[in-house]
């Protein structure tokens, strides 16, 4: 039950997007009571901080960014998929969390 | 100039009243010129296509008119007017069907309407004009489709790239469709359709319909209106059918052989003329095969002059009534060509010279380049035997030629598809060979089993697998009638059976004991378990006659059956089998799902080792069927053979390997527009990713024969998942779902089910409650939960009208695309948020942007139109910055 809270970063290009998206997903997570840290952003800035997070999610619009991201994210061991394409086209939170949560197993 | 103008007006003024033509003496005697200067500027002429040259001693020429073109014959005028009606008729395209016996000039016609259009200024030039011939497919009806209407990559083995049909090629202009009869059903009413609609889909396309506007003629040597569909035939506006030769009158058949010894003389480097009694014969003859055969007659007669002349027998090439391959005078009977199929590699040859030809008219290999290449050779190494040889080529030319018109159409049934031709003949005439054995007829069916079970061993390289049961022996007459017949098989075909095969032979030929009983020495247990309503027992039934004895048992598996039930079913059977015999083994051979892991369940049930064996197909059946039979075999021989079948099947790679098809969905109708159609456009929009292989097909059903032949066509090339609509058709192993139960939930988890269990490719994921709705209004729920400012549903309407071009332009897989849509729209949000707090600079500056950013006016031209429609909608201008943030990101 006491989980330890999971760090999902959600990517896209600019960042707009993808924080809407990680706000349906923090609420998603508040409403199931799990401890979920759900941050946003540009590509751009993973570089820096891949290694904070558990788990990299990619907005289809960057799917031709994955191989970058999985390649900076691999030394730090954090796992990258593209979200769910239905979850993203409706904006499911609930879908996007549970996609995040199997990822980090 | 002006005296090949003198030496025209003269050419003309002879040629009204001498249509035989004027020799290049008599114009220059009337023009007082000497010989060889008036016969420079007729050739002149006859180079600009104002005159016509006749061979012949002397060669005459005639003025050639430019309004009527004798060569084609008078009786041909009318048709060709009433079709430069239709090519000419400027407000709707009038398709132009030709009928005719073989050999009138059904393609010559064809290609003259197409010059006169371009003469008269009807079409340009470079107005297309294909010419296909659908007979140079017609054994794979599939390819034919395709090669006319284009294929999509992967749409059957083979097809790696995506390539444009000739419809696509002829789009424009005209394209002639020779033997169109030899066009499948289906393919008849894609032409239907793209007549009526102009629009069209290349093979294999499930959605994408392409346009084109074509000019069809087509040609058929058939009833026109018993072999093509009603409503295709219907479509032909103008119908023509031209005489054959023997209607023709006199003067048209001499100009005729002028025209054809004209153009024969054109290959030679000689002059070439013809004997008097020689044209007699030419003219007189019944000639049924037309004007083709009296081409190919013309030709060998001229092979056989030239010859003549490259022997230095005769000066000149002079074609004699000897050359021309008529018997006599005597009326000539198109000669039945039952010999043509006696050696099996003629047969393969001929296929492929008629594979090979794009088009029937196309002439041979010229006999004259082939002539003179063998006697150089000849002369090279000194043979002394040069006439033989020669005489060799001439014969084998005359093969070709002979060959090249093959006694009408082959009938094809069954048996031509599974059992290679030269057996088949073989085995045709088999109960004559056998007629002294049995006084009873033997029957086809008989017959058939042989047949199939002399072409697996074919298949299977035999000498192999020549390890047969010991079975009781057939009685001694069949023995005896067995190993006459493989006698005969070794004599006429080269196929030779080993002494246990004749033996096995001889069982076929016994008259069928009811039933047929399990053989006591089989020792392990084979049971068939597959999907399907009766694919197992069909599967062992075909096995089991093959072997003659049930050697497979089978339990078929419906898909309305649980797997429970069915595992209840195969413990039964197998324990009553256990019960009746003492097996060593029991190998179950399954297809897919989880009947594969079924077998180890058993495993510890009855002390005795079972086998699964997966992906079952027709060569393994068999095989595991012959193996058990063996004495002493082990269940895990049995299995390793059976394996094996399976493998050496696809490594042999030959035509009898089953592809991967393509599944395929057909909606039916009386009408295959109303309907039909209605289902195919909602269906199309039910499919899931996981889905999106699935064809459908709109299929008209006949209301009174109910007539499915197009459906067992398309069977053959798909996989028929489900046939959908409101007429009720019942076909073997597909499921029919009525268009009603669709309306209700569980009409539709019907049509699902088929679908999942039929997906070849099983690890995409499968969420069957939320189908991706089509297009892009997918992400209008996306864009509701997260913009302000955006109608989602407005915005989502614009980007299905006006992304897809973008799509293309960059390359886009399909969920990227939907990325950049959703991109667009949270952007095109900010934008209405920056334009009414006046924040649009800083939205600006938020921009990810390279100074060195370049985009070319294409790129910009792509966006216009999204752009464009965007800010007409919303009100708010797309600033240059926007647009290339989003361009780099989309590249």
Known sequence: MAKQSIKVIILCSWGATSSQLAKKVEQAAEKRGIEADIYSGGTGDFKDKAAEYDVALLEPQVRHLRKEVTRIAEPHNVPVELVDQTAFALMDGDKVLDQALKLAE | ?891
């Open chain 2, 1 to 891: 100039m002006s005296r090949q103008e003198d030496v025209l007006k003269q050419l003309q003024s002879f040629s009204e009243d001498r249509p035989q033509g004027v020799s290049a003496e008599e114009i220059a005697h009337a023009l007082n010129i000497n010989r060889s200067t008036a016969s420079r500027y007729l050739n002149g002429l006859v180079q600009s296509n104002q005159a016509e040259k006749i061979a012949g001693k002397p060669v005459r020429y005639y003025r050639r008119s430019s309004q009527q073109n004798q060569d084609i014959g008078e009786s041909l005028q009318p048709l060709v007017q009433q079709g430069m009606a239709a090519l000419s008729y400027p407000f709707q395209t009038l398709h132009v069907l030709l009928t005719g016996e073989t050999g009138t000039g059904k393609t010559y016609l064809a290609e003259h309407l197409h010059e006169e259009a371009v003469k008269q200024a009807y079409i340009t030039k470079d107005t297309p004009f294909v010419t296909f011939n659908c007979a140079d497919y017609a054994q794979n009806p599939e390819l034919l489709v395709g090669q006319i209407f284009g294929i999509k990559k992967g749409a059957f083995t083979g097809a790696v790239q995506d390539e444009p049909g000739l419809v696509e090629l002829a789009d424009g202009g005209i394209l002639f469709l020779d033997e169109i009869h030899r066009l499948p059903a289906s393919g008849q009413e894609m032409l239907f359709y793209l007549m009526d609609k102009g629009v069209y889909r290349r093979f294999g396309e499930a959605t994408r319909e392409r346009q084109a506007k074509v000019t069809f003629i087509g040609a058929t040597t058939e009833r026109s209106d018993e072999v093509l569909l009603p409503t295709l035939f219907r479509r032909f506006s103008v119908k023509l059918t031209i005489p054959p030769l023997r209607a023709r009158s006199r003067k048209e058949r001499i100009a005729l052989l002028h025209l054809l010894l004209q153009q024969e003389e054109g290959k030679m480097d000689t002059h070439l003329s013809i004997e008097e009694k020689g044209s007699e014969a030419f003219l007189r003859y019944s000639c049924p095969g037309n004007i083709g055969q009296l081409k190919n007659d013309v030709q060998i007669a001229c092979a056989r002059a030239y010859l003549r002349y490259l022997n230095h027998k005769d000066s000149q090439v002079t074609v004699q009534k000897e050359d021309i391959p008529i018997e006599n005078d005597v009326m000539k009977s198109f000669r039945p060509r039952e010999n043509v199929y006696n050696d099996p590699v003629q047969v393969s040859e001929t296929f492929e010279e008629q594979g090979r030809s794009e088009e029937q008219n196309i002439p041979l290999p010229n006999i004259y380049q082939r002539l003179d290449e063998k006697q150089a050779e000849l002369n090279a190494v000194g043979d002394i035997a040069a006439g033989d040889s020669l005489q060799k080529v001439v014969n084998q030319y005359i093969q070709d030629l002979t060959d090249h018109y093959p006694e009408g159409a082959i009938s094809y049934d069954a048996w031509h598809d599974l059992v290679d031709e030269d057996l088949l003949q073989a085995l045709q005439r088999a109960p004559t060979v056998l007629s002294e054995f049995f006084s009873r007829e033997l029957d086809k069916q008989s017959l058939y089993v042989i047949g199939l079970h002399l072409q697996n061993l074919r298949n299977h390289n035999m000498g192999d697998n020549q390890l047969l049961p010991s079975f009781s022996r057939a009685p001694q007459r069949e023995r005896k009638a067995a190993y006459r017949l493989a006698e005969y098989l070794e004599d006429t075909i080269h196929f030779k059976l080993p002494n246990d095969e004749v033996e096995l032979l001889a069982h076929f030929l016994t008259p069928e004991p009811e039933p047929p009983p399990i053989p006591n020495s089989q020792t392990v247990y084979i049971l068939l378990v597959t999907h399907g309503r009766a694919t197992a027992s069909s599967m062992a039934e075909v096995t089991n006659t093959l072997l003659g004895t049930a050697v497979v048992q089978s339990i078929d598996m419906p898909l309305d059956i649980s797997a429970e039930k069915t595992y209840e079913e195969i413990q039964a059977n197998i324990k009553r089998a256990l019960s009746l015999q003492t097996y060593q083994g029991v190998l179950l051979l399954v297809d897919m799902g989880s009947l594969v892991t079924l077998g180890d369940t058993f495993y510890h049930e009855w002390d005795l080792p079972v086998y699964t064996l997966p992906c079952v197909n027709m060569p393994m059946v068999m095989e595991a069927g012959r193996k058990s039979l063996v004495q002493g075999m082990t269940v895990e021989e049995v299995y390793e053979s059976a394996y094996k079948a399976m493998t050496l099947f696809m490594h042999e790679g030959n035509s009898s390997q089953v592809p991967k098809r393509k599944r395929l969905i057909a909606t039916v109708c009386f009408t295959g527009e109303g309907a039909a159609q209605l289902l195919e456009e909602w269906l199309a929009a039910q499919l899931t990713e996981a889905d999106k292989d699935v064809v459908i097909r709109s299929v008209r059903i006949h209301p009174v024969s109910r007539d499915t032949s197009i459906l067992d066509q398309l069977k053959d090339y798909y996989e028929i998942v489900a046939i959908i609509g409101t007429v009720h058709i019942s076909m073997d192993e597909i499921p029919f779902i009525p268009a009603w139960e669709l309306l209700k939930q569980e009409g539709s988890s019907r049509l699902f089910k088929l679908l999942e269990v039929t997906r070849q490719n099983q690890s995409l994921p499968v969420d069957n409650h939320q189908h991706v709705q089509e297009g892009y209004q997918a992400i209008a729920n996306g864009l509701g939960e997260i913009v302000t400012y955006i109608n989602p549903r407005v915005f989502c309407t614009i980007l299905d009208d006006c992304l897809s071009q973008i799509q293309d332009y960059y390359g886009w897989e399909d969920d990227r695309a939907l990325g950049m849509g959703m991109h667009i729209g949270v952007l095109l949000d900010r934008m209405m948020h920056a334009h009414l707090h006046d924040e649009m600079e800083e939205l600006q500056k938020t921009m990810p942007m390279h100074k060195d950013f370049d985009h070319d006016l294409a790129e910009m031209a792509v966006w216009e139109p999204l752009v464009n429609r965007l800010e007409e909608t919303f009100q708010v201008e797309f600033k240059h910055t926007f647009l290339k943030a989003t361009m780099k990101l989309s590249r």
